[in-house]
């Protein structure tokens, strides 16, 4: 083990834990991902934050909560340049200075152009100063492009996008480009070039690449890799939430459903499933990006020194409970991929059972670095996890703090329904509690029903566990600040 390992941090986007070999998946093509798991820990029970993008990452990069770390939705009006509180560090600001830190790829934590928190190396992806940068954006910087622009203007794409002037490739486009000009393999091409030229330098390095598949718009270059009509939909595919279930659920499930059948009124089922089989074939564009940078890791001789971690910001319903998209605690939208491979630790698949949070993430590798870890981290490190000196029993808390629609949702009672604030506990017997001070309460016993169908919050027999973990979400408010009032008293 070098003194100073590097670190391959690699985040999906919207990508479920059910589209992996390592997580019961046997027909997505997904070799790179298959054979890195085959090497590695593979954590059953990984949970994001918060599950919608800007939140979730910044939980990443910080190791906060996202009320922490500032950013409790996806676009935040009036906060200049950086959606993150000015004083909240990343990773990068938290290793010593001899790293060559890089972020390739989707920041969404405010200027998606600029290099900032301790990343030197950075390759953009997202243009738009449209709807997430509002007018304090300086004038002079609403005509900057991302490399991407760049990159496929010079490949002859031009932009179809236009808001208030401003050009862009926009998400509908881009799942036309052919497999050389998606996201996944331009990003999978400039990591390639970085790890070569540490390999040259010999310095170490922390790279977070943020991949965009297999992110909607379910289109892409691999559409017809899936028979949509072979494709095995499971036990959740369009079954409604039961009626004492969260309303917005209930009432986004009712949208969605009607909205196939809107679409494809004579065979409304063939809608979801070829959303699905093209959602699994960005799923593969992903991996053979990914096939290329793990390959170059092997290349250049630095695999045995650096750590890789492969995760996502969260799932898709993609029609599971009639639903699609995020925005959800149940477990295809909250729990994701957790893939961590440490050369000097890994001996073939070693599966860690239990829960662990994002939060745990930033001190976790921090601690395998053999960097210090910081006192106002808000998660723990799991290094002894890893070494089996430890389990994992602790909770793992989530939030929804409203709000968060940058996109239209469906319809105003769907949107309405949104701004309602959540939290969530997933206790370490494996209970989940889901608490809000305006919608219907859960509770799931994730031992017997996986599939969270059996709402028990109301059931006399489980009075006394509600309280319990309760309290525990209680505390868990006081001890990181979350200032939420979930008015229970009401209850």
Known sequence: MHSKPNLLFICSDQQRTDTIGAYGNDWIETPALNELASRSFVFENAYVTQPVCSPARSTMMTGLYPHSAGVVRNSQPGRPFSNLFPDVKTIAEMVSDDYVCGKYGKWHLGDDLSPQHGFSEWVSTEDAHDNNYPNWVDPKDRDRKSDYFDYLVGKGHEPEGDHEGHKSHTQAQRGYFPMDDTMAMFLSRNTVDFIEDR??????????????????????????????????????????????????????????????????????????????????????????????????????????????????????????????NKRAFYDEVARVPLIVHVPWLSDGEQRIGGSIGHTDLVPTLLDLMGQDVPDHLQGASRKEVLTGDAELVDDVFMQ?????????????????????????????????????????????????????????FDHPDHSDRVRAMTERVLEWQVSTGDELDLDLEQR
């Not at 790279?207 to 909607?216: D, G, L």
């Not at 969260?246 to 499930?253: D, L, S």
């Not at 309405?416 to 969530?424: A, H, Q, V």
């Not at 001070?437 to 969270?452: F, R």
């Open 199 to 324: 390999g040259e330098d010999g310095k170490p390095w922390l790279m977070y690449v943020n991949m965009f598949e297999p992110h909607p718009p379910y289109n892409g270059p691999l559409n017809e890799m899936y028979d949509p009509a072979e494709l095995p939909m499971g036990p959740l595919f369009l079954k409604k939430p039961a009626d004492n279930t969260p309303a917005f659920n209930r009432v986004r499930a009712e949208h969605h459903i009607a909205e196939a059948e809107e679409r494809r009124p004579e065979d409304p089922e063939s809608y979801w499933r070829e959303l699905r089989a093209r959602y699994f074939g960005n799923v593969t564009v992903l991996d053979r990006g990914i096939e290329s940078i793990l390959a170059a890791l092997e290349e250049s001789g630095q695999a045995d020194d650096t750590i890789v971690v492969f995760t996502s910001d969260h799932g898709d319903s993609l029609g599971d409970r009639g639903m699609i």
């Open 400 to 456: 929804w703090h409203g709000g968060a629609a940058t996109v239209p949702l469906g319809n105003a009672e769907v949107e309405r329904l949104s701004e309602i604030p959540w939290r969530c506990m997933v206790s370490g017997d494996r209970w989940k509690l889901n608490l809000s001070p305006a919608d219907t309460c859960e509770l799931y016993d994730l031992n017997s029903d996986p599939l969270e169908l059996v709402n028990l």
